[in-house]
């Protein structure tokens, strides 16, 4: 009876085997699921992001029914277009993308969300006006980039440390100037290549709509485009 009793004691214990293979399953399992959590969790800021952008475009919607149908500067001189909408949007939070390479920024400047400045002019040009466009519902308008203000060139190859279509480097985009930046950003090259939804951006249309596209469709009309090929990029 002793012996009985003593050997179901001992089998309290988990062997050294046991233990090893139930840390292998552990470890197994969370090799699968990390990756749906990281999804998942960035599946929410594509959402926050693109909520963003259709307030966004709802507010620049305010703004040319108060101004003769005129879309704003990306910078008039004094102020920058997000700065120029913030009446409208009665936020400052809406201006920050929760992908941005850029956290704890003190403006939304640099590493959020930037405006076509062939839609929304820039200093002494003079912007678009809505009723001069025939297809508004395509006209990239504002959109996820590394700076304030975005115009093909920059989708294709970057110009600063800044100046890039989030997820250009893997589709064909080259962002030397985002690799060589001093000092080192090393998040601005991970965006410039890689993106931050998914290898697409969200984007605000000319006419007030917002919705995601991959980045590769951007960058190829970037590319592409030309006097006898407008794109998405164009006015028109």
């Known amino acids: 009876m002793n012996t009985y009793v003593n050997s179901m004691k001992l089998r309290k214990a988990f062997t050294l085997i046991e233990l090893l293979v139930v840390i292998a399953i552990i470890s197994i399992l969370a090799a699968i699921l990390f990756p749906v959590f990281a999804r998942a969790r960035e599946n929410a800021r594509r959402t926050s992001c693109l909520s963003n952008l259709k307030q966004i475009g709802l507010s620049v919607m305010m703004y040319v029914q108060d101004y003769d149908e005129m879309y704003p500067k990306t910078y008039d001189g004094t102020s920058f277009w997000w700065k120029t909408l913030q009446p409208y949007t009665k936020s400052e939070q809406v201006f920050y993308c929760p992908s941005s390479p850029f956290s704890g920024a003190s403006t939304p400047t640099n590493g959020n969300y930037g405006a076509n400045r062939y839609v ?117």
């Not at 093909?152 to 800044?162: E, H, L």
């Open 120 to 236: 929304m002019a820039y200093s002494t040009g003079t912007s678009v006006k809505m009723a001069a466009l025939e297809s508004a519902a395509n006209i990239y308008m504002i959109m996820d980039y590394g700076t304030y203000m975005t115009y093909p060139s920059t989708a294709v190859t970057s110009k600063a440390a800044w100046e890039y279509l989030p997820g250009m480097g893997d589709v064909g985009g080259n962002c030397a100037t985002v690799e060589s930046a001093d000092p080192p950003r090393p998040d601005n090259v991970t965006d410039c290549h890689s993106g931050r939804h998914f290898a697409g951006v969200n984007i605000a249309f000319a006419d007030g709509h917002a919705k995601w596209l991959k980045s590769s469709i951007l960058y190829h009309e970037a590319a592409t485009r030309s006097a006898a090929n407008l794109s998405n990029w164009d006015p028109r």
